[in-house]
Structures are given as structure tokens and as C-alpha cells.
């Protein structure tokens, strides 16, 4: 990797075959897919977690595809060791509804899987995909407070970073997060909501072994979700109503702690530590498109989903492997990366997966969060023939892992 901080270096090595823009979890894994393709590739942002003292506490559920995705790039040895296996899922009724749900588990081992896939803390995964770029010597890595200016001409796209100086490049792989300048400049619209509800994110300890399962208690306010990490450790997702979560941000250590071993029903026995919390209000947010004028959305730019059932990082994961394929290919060819042709076959490949995980992800949720009673009555329902229909149980548990079709290779 040849890190650049020099004004006078911006653009040195130009022009590039793709430029990413946003160097977070997608950016980065983009970047190490693209230049593992052979692309000479450039990857431009402000470093991903660049104040201490407000750490990213997040935690990613890797599915099994993203695992072989983070193998494929040489990243998942740096990082294994932070994590751990998700061999069960457990989703229990805790609305206190008088017509209670059954508890429904999900097994790993009835797909014939070791694991569903892996949980790890953001922070270990990026500090992972960063160590790898040192690695690769067609990729660039520009440090930068931010690109300014994106403008795509008829060759070229050029991008203006806030310290001066310019990068010329064929395509842009926009992984900007939601407020995407790259989206602004493709003149990609977006459709976006809110939802009535925050998340606590933190990490705890606990005395009991969680055996590899993440427990989802379904709230009337949102799921109260533990995915496990290495020990006896857990992540923690805590979906509620606002004016709730800002008074949990409030308690002392103390207190949080007995908030959450209630929540648990002594599931994981007394929780003894829980690290920093940081909130987040639940949002969506969908672009129309997923490619435009050279540039390709990967990642929170093209589609934000509220963090239920962990599908937001494994999308932007599909989209950098499914980018550095297309790339692959016109460059086999001797072809315009950036060309209209990629455009289309990006967004064509994107699209169906995208679309459908941010309509479950919303449906799911809204279900959770309905009053109404045909709608609880349904809900009650479906995890009825989950827990009693194998057949059906699996084919969920499948449909979850991944989209069964274009898959891409770099996930295989
Ligand atoms: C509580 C919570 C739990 C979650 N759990 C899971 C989970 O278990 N599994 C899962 O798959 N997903 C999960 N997600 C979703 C996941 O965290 C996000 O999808 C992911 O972090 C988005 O990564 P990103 O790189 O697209 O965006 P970001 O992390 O927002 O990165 C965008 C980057 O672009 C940079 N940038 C912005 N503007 C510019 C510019 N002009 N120039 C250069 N750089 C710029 C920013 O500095 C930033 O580093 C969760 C989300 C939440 C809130």
C-alpha cells in the first residue's frame, strides 16, 4: 500500500482503474477485492475510526459468504481470532402479548454448517482489512479529511480531496456511507425513512457459556439481540423506542448491567462488565439505482437498513465482491471499466438482492413493532410452522445465509 499524505502526492500514481471513496468496512473490502483482481486501484478516505474516545462498538454478524469473501482477500487470517462461531439462533416472544409466540431455534448443524457465520467487532475486522492493504501494491491509500469535489467527464471521473490536488480515475466505487457524495454526483436519487425507534450497541460480559447462540428477545419496541464473541463475552444490539434508548445511555455501568441480565432472563447468568454504548437512530434509505455515470454505490451509499437479522455489512460485502467481478471482466477484455455496459450489468446484479433484504429487514421489523392484532396473530403464526416444519425452518435458515442466486465467485 503507498500511503500518500502529501498534498503534492494526490493523483501521483494516476490515472486509476477504480477509485473508492470511503474507506469503512465496504470501502475497504472493495478496495482489497478490486486490487486483488488486478485493477490498480486507489481507495480514499479519512482513517475509519479516528476518535478514540468515541470508538465504533458495533459488531458484524459475517455470514458464511462474507467470511469466504474476507479468506479470498487475505484478510480473515488477521481477524479469526476476534471472533467467534454463531452455531444457533434463538428468537423468543418477550411482547408479554397475551398469545405468546413459541420459542423458535435455528441450528447451524441442521444445514450441515459448522456455523451460520461469524461475529467480530468492527473495529478488529477494519483494523484487519487495513493491515492487508499495506500488502497489495496496486492499491493506493489516500488519507484524506474527505473528498470534496466528484466529477464524472466523459473518459474519466476526477476527484478533488479537501488538501488539494486531483486523482483522475475510470470508475469510482462510491463507499461514502449514507450522506454518498459519489451517489450526489452519479445523479442517483434516493427514497428514505425513519423509523420510530434507536439501538444501543455495547458489549458485555457474562458468567454463563452462551454455547455459540445469539439470543433475539422480540420486544413490542424492537428485538433485544446478544450475538456471541470470544469467552464469555456477547454483543449486544438493543432495539427501542428513542426517548428508552437515551435513558439507557444514561444509566452508570452499573445499572446498564442489571438492565440487560433482566432483559436476558438470567440466560447468561449476572453480567459482570459492559463496555462503551453508542446509539443509533433506525433509518432506511434506498437509491433508485445502484450505478450511474462511472460511478458504482457500494455499502451504506446505495441502501441503509435498520440492524435487524444482520444483513447491512454482508450486503455491501455482496456488492464489492459482485464490483471487483464485473471489473475483472472488462479488464480481461481490454474493456472501459467505467463503462455504461459495467453500469448496467453492477446494477442488474445488485438490484434483486438488495431490494429484497431491505423490504424483509422493514417487514420484519414493522411486524414486530404492530399493534394491530391479525398482524401479531401472523407473526405468532409463521414462528409456529418454523418451529414445527423442517423443511420450511431450513429453507429460511438458507434464505437468510444468502441469496441462493448470484452468488458472486469471490464468495463461493
Ligand atoms: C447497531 C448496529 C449493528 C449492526 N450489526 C450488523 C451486523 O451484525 N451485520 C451486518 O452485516 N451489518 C450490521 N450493521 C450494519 C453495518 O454496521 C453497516 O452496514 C456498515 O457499517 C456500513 O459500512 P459502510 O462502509 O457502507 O459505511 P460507513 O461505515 O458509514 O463508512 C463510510 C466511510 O466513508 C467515509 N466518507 C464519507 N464521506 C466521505 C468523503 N466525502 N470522502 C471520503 N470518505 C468519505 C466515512 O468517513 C466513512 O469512513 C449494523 C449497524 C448498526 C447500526
Not at 436519487?189 to 458485555?204: E, H, K, L, P, V
Not at 449486544?236 to 439507557?248: F, G, H, K, N, S
Not at 454504548?277 to 433508485?288: K, V
Amino acid at each position: 500500500m503507498i500511503e500518500q499524505q502529501d498534498k503534492a502526492e494526490f493523483g501521483a500514481d494516476g490515472p486509476f482503474d477504480v477509485a473508492v471513496v470511503g474507506a469503512g468496512p465496504a470501502g475497504l473490502s472493495a478496495a482489497l477485492a478490486l486490487a486483488g483482481v488486478g485493477a490498480k486501484t486507489l481507495c480514499a478516505g479519512p482513517p475509519f475510526n479516528p476518535d478514540p474516545a468515541r470508538p465504533d462498538t458495533r459488531t458484524t454478524a459475517l455470514l458464511a459468504g462474507s467470511v469466504r469473501l474476507l479468506e479470498n482477500i487475505g484478510v480473515w487470517p488477521n481477524c479469526a481470532s476476534a471472533a467467534a462461531p454463531l452455531e444457533a439462533i434463538r428468537i423468543i416472544d418477550d411482547t408479554g402479548a397475551l398469545l405468546r409466540a413459541p420459542e423458535v431455534a435455528f441450528q447451524a448443524a441442521e444445514l450441515g454448517l459448522e456455523a451460520f457465520g461469524y461475529n467480530i467487532p468492527n473495529a478488529a475486522l477494519v483494523a484487519a482489512m487495513e493491515a492487508r492493504a499495506h500488502d497489495l501494491a496496486n492499491l493506493s491509500y489516500v488519507r484524506t479529511s474527505g473528498i470534496e469535489r466528484v466529477e464524472p467527464e466523459a473518459d474519466t471521473v476526477r476527484l478533488s480531496p479537501a488538501e488539494g490536488g486531483a486523482i483522475e480515475t475510470r470508475l469510482v466505487a462510491g463507499a461514502d456511507g449514507r450522506r454518498s457524495i459519489c451517489r450526489q454526483a452519479a445523479g442517483i436519487g434516493t427514497r428514505s425513512w425513519t423509523y420510530d425507534q434507536a439501538a444501543i450497541a455495547c458489549n458485555f460480559d457474562h458468567d454463563r457459556p452462551h454455547a455459540g447462540t445469539s439470543n433475539e428477545f422480540h420486544h413490542a419496541a424492537g428485538p433485544f439481540t446478544t450475538v456471541p464473541l470470544p469467552g464469555r463475552s456477547s454483543s449486544l444490539v438493543w432495539v427501542d423506542r428513542p426517548a428508552e434508548i437515551e435513558r439507557l445511555m444514561a444509566l452508570d455501568d452499573e445499572a446498564i448491567a442489571r438492565a440487560i441480565e433482566r432483559n436476558l432472563h438470567g440466560l447468561l447468568g449476572p453480567v459482570n462488565h459492559v463496555g462503551p454504548r453508542a446509539a443509533f437512530p433506525l433509518s432506511g434509505l434506498s437509491a433508485t439505482k445502484l450505478a450511474a455515470n462511472r460511478i458504482a454505490l457500494i455499502g451504506e451509499a446505495g441502501h441503509v437498513i435498520p440492524p435487524i437479522g444482520a444483513q447491512g455489512l454482508n450486503l455491501g460485502f455482496r456488492d464489492a465482491a459482485t464490483l471487483a467481478e464485473n471489473v475483472a471482466s472488462a479488464l480481461a477484455e481490454g474493456a472501459d471499466p467505467g463503462s455504461d455496459k459495467l453500469m448496467w450489468a453492477y446494477n442488474r446484479a445488485r438490484s434483486r438482492d438488495v431490494t429484497s433484504r431491505t423490504y424483509a429487514v422493514d417487514i420484519l421489523n414493522r411486524s414486530l413493532l404492530s399493534d394491530v392484532l391479525p398482524v401479531r396473530l401472523a407473526r405468532g403464526l409463521g414462528l409456529h410452522l418454523l418451529k414445527s416444519i423442517a423443511p420450511l425452518r431450513q429453507f429460511v435458515m438458507r434464505q437468510g445465509l444468502a441469496p441462493t442466486a448470484d452468488m458472486p465467485g469471490l464468495m463461493r
